[in-house]
């Protein structure tokens, strides 16, 4: 359940305006009835809480169920009685998230600059920003309206954010153009050198790496996540994606909007993602790939070749996600006869 020492609730919602925020129909009781206050999971929810029921894996008889709505598809709608106000919707679990963010929406920040953070004189600190304890602004950095500086975050010389960007606990952020809407969660490295080196017996030499970061609007850049600067050319995140923690993303790489990136994914360098392109966990990516939009990559793949848009792969070598159920079969049925 919501511990509201961490979070603070909105307004209480009527039904009606519980199926506007959701986009769901009404098809169990009216506009006006409630207020609701809060969401729960099935199992926990009250009388003044919403649920949802719609994953075919939970175990829970629609009858001890005690939520005060319920959303649910419309195969689902009758099984509901009592009391429970039931709304449909066609994704019911979307829905949920849409009302979960109309009860608890981010929080514009109290304008604050603690006394023991250090802003460099050149660097412009935009309305309403709250800089917290040890956070570092460097010369000539930009900050936009509404951003907020975790505690001993570094933000380095040159850097723009957008509005109501948050940078967390101890992250870093360097070399870095970015619109607005970006989170940097905890420990997250933006901006550092790429791995650029010749290898020579004599000793390597390290490439200078003079590219930027690019991130667009409404992107997630998760927990102690890496991204390199690119080494001539630019590394770029397009807008609306999402990255989650522990993941690598090399120099000069180029996302595009509306990718997920899931945990301990790592991307080589010069990789192109067309747009809406989901990596799975521990995914790992050579360099100069393409894949093509909408490309869905499942978990502990290994790419190494580009992917033709649409395509569901996984597998290392990655190849079509039948191909290597297929292959898996064959294998079973092989190592199962006798000798």
């Known amino acids: 359940m919501t511990d509201f020492r961490f979070f603070k609730a909105g307004s209480p919602l009527t039904l009606g305006q519980l199926a506007e925020i959701a986009g ?9 009835d409630g207020p609701f206050t809060d969401v729960a999971p099935l199992e926990k929810a009250t009388s003044s809480d919403v649920a949802a029921f719609y994953d075919k894996a939970l175990k829970f008889a629609p009858e001890d169920i005690k939520a005060g709505v319920c959303i649910t598809t419309e ?44 802003v460099a004189p050149t660097a412009k600190i935009g309305n309403g920003v709250r800089i917290e304890f040890g956070a570092y602004i460097g010369e000539n950095a930009e900050i936009g309206d509404y ?39 905890p420990g ?62 090399g120099h000069n790489n180029k996302l595009g909007q509306k990718c997920v990136i899931v945990s301990q994914v790592g991307i080589a360098g010069s990789c192109v993602f067309d747009d809406l392109v989901v990596a799975a966990g521990q995914a790992g990516f050579a360099d100069h790939l393409h894949i093509g939009m909408g490309v869905q990559i499942a978990a502990q793949s290994g790419i190494m070749s580009d992917i033709a848009p649409g395509e569901k792969v ?26």
Not at 314 to 339: C, E, F, H, I
């Open 75 to 118: 195969d689902k709608a009758s099984l509901f009685g009592g009391d429970i106000k039931v709304l449909v919707a066609k994704e019911p679990r979307n829905a949920l998230a849409l009302i979960i963010r109309a009860f608890y929406p981010r929080q514009k920040p109290e304008p604050f600059i603690s006394d023991r953070a250090y």
């Open 188 to 249: 997250a490295r933006v901006g550092q050198d790429g791995f650029g080196f010749i290898m020579n017996p004599a000793g390597h030499t390290k490439i200078p790496q003079v590219g930027r970061v690019l991130i667009g609007d409404n992107v997630e850049i998760g927990a102690n996540t890496c991204i390199d600067r690119g080494a001539m050319d630019d590394t770029e995140i397009g807008s609306g994606t999402i990255i989650d923690n522990l993941v690598q993303i």
């Open 24 to 32: 769901a129909q009404i098809v169990k009781g009216k506009p006006e």
């Open 147 to 185: 951003c907020r500086i975790e505690p001993n975050a570094v933000i380095g010389d040159g850097v723009i954010l957008g509005s109501e960007c948050i940078v967390g606990a101890n992250a870093s952020v360097s070399h870095t153009i970015a619109g607005n809407n970006v989170v940097f969660y």
């Open 314 to 339: 996984m597998g290392s070598p990655a190849q079509p996600v039948k191909d290597y159920l297929r292959g898996v079969a064959t294998l079973r049925k092989l190592s199962s006869k006798k000798g």
